[in-house]
């Protein structure tokens, strides 16, 4: 099993940054991509970010230049630095870690956290 614990949401200003971590626990050498996804209001949630064990970085068109997401294997942590942030941000961001076994994914989640950037 894998335990995932996002904190760094909060209240931000239009325009502002904000940091997002996510500490991984338990199963943890198994673990191969790490996401960032968000669900705003009223909108199915969206992968934001991914980023493979090697290094390998992903994100939707909307945040490409706002936003970069790194990781540390030794520490077992995975970060989100957002940075100019809209108020279209707005959601709750969850962690996420895939482990592969025996061909199969299988998908863990933190329990979630909030953002508000307000205009």
């Known amino acids: 099993q894998v335990q995932l614990v996002e904190s760094g949401g909060g209240l931000v200003q239009a325009g502002g940054s904000r940091r997002l971590s996510c500490q991984a626990s338990?199963?943890?050498?198994?673990?191969?991509?790490m996401n960032w996804y968000r669900k705003a209001p009223g909108k199915r949630r969206e992968l934001v970010a991914g980023?493979?064990?090697?290094?390998?970085?992903t994100y939707t068109d909307s945040v490409k230049g706002r936003f970069t997401i790194s990781r540390d294997n030794a520490k077992n942590m995975v970060w989100l630095q957002m940075n100019s942030l809209k108020p279209e941000d707005t959601g709750v961001y969850y962690c996420?870690?895939?482990?592969?076994?025996?061909?199969?994914?299988?998908?863990?989640w933190g329990q979630g956290t909030q953002v508000t950037v307000s205009s």
């Open positions: 996420n870690a895939v482990r592969r076994i025996i061909g199969n994914d299988i998908n863990y």
């Open positions: 338990g199963v943890t050498f198994s673990i191969g991509a």
């Open positions: 980023i493979t064990r090697a290094g390998s970085t």
